[in-house]
T-cell receptor, first 113, second 111 residues
Framework: DTAVSQTPKYLVTQMGNDKSIKCEQN?????MYWYKQDSKKFLKIMFS???????INETVPNRFSPKSPDKAHLNLHINSLELGDSAVYFC????????????FGQGTRLTVV | DAKTTQPPSMDCAEGRAANLPCNHS???????VYWYRQIHSQGPQYIIH???NNETNEMASLIITEDRKSSTLILPHATLRDTAVYYC????????????FGSGTRLSIRP
């Protein structure tokens, strides 16, 4: 069983479209994250949820809206996609938000054309 | 969150020990040091973490200096599969702590 799974693995879409990336973890963790890795390979945190509550929002544009229906899921919805949104998006989870290791998904490569 | 500094790249011969240094001179007393790695096209992978004492697990050893201002990750017998970017992170200890990745060290293992 994959601990943190993301779908889809690849996503190609046109500018202006709305798309969602789903993330599920089966580790029983309380905290989930979204990270963005751009073409320069920098990994930047976007959001963090703890028990379905948003605890970190790193000045991400309003077009990005995370949703956590339960603590095992953290989905990322992106409106009005732009070329600059092209990146690899990683979901992660950890048990609590203090000093615990995080487990990452395999990533979703989003390409906006 | 303490700032960490790592060399941009290193290489090591297969079968030898790879020693990856990290400076975290502004680390506070309660901040752990974490190491992750990212193998090409995969998600980051947790390796090890520690506070004051040296730590060892099945993947690596972590040596933290007594003043806690620096640490070294040791891969005792590097293999080609250890080629990756290695990140040293000190995420802090507040409820808003977050894992912030720097540029890391690109480790190349040569045959």
């Amino acid at each position: 069983d994959t601990a943190v799974s993301q779908t889809p693995k690849y996503l190609v879409t046109q500018m202006g479209n709305d798309k969602s990336i789903k993330c599920e973890q089966n580790l029983g963790h309380d905290t989930m994250y979204w990270y963005k890795q751009d073409s320069k390979k920098f990994l930047k945190i976007m959001f963090s949820y703890n028990n379905k509550e948003l605890i970190i929002n790193e000045t991400v544009p309003n077009r990005f809206s995370p949703k956590s229906p339960d603590k095992a899921h953290l989905n990322l919805h992106i409106n009005s996609l732009e070329l600059g949104d092209s990146a690899v998006y990683f979901c992660a989870s950890s048990q609590g938000s203090l000093n615990t290791e995080a487990f990452f998904g395999q990533g979703t490569r989003l390409t906006v054309v | 969150d303490a700032k960490t500094t790592q060399p941009p790249s290193m290489d090591c011969a297969e079968g030898r020990a790879a020693n990856l240094p990290c400076n975290h001179s502004t680390i506070s007393g309660n901040e752990y040091v974490y190491w992750y790695r990212q193998i090409h096209s995969q998600g980051p992978q947790y390796i090890i973490h520690g506070l004051k004492n040296n730590e060892t697990n099945e993947m690596a050893s972590l040596i933290i200096t007594e003043d806690r201002k620096s640490s070294t990750l040791i891969l005792p017998h590097a293999t080609l599969r250890d080629t990756a970017v290695y990140y040293c992170i000190a995420p802090g200890y507040s409820s808003a702590s977050k894992i912030i990745f720097g540029s890391g060290t690109r480790l190349s293992i040569r045959p």
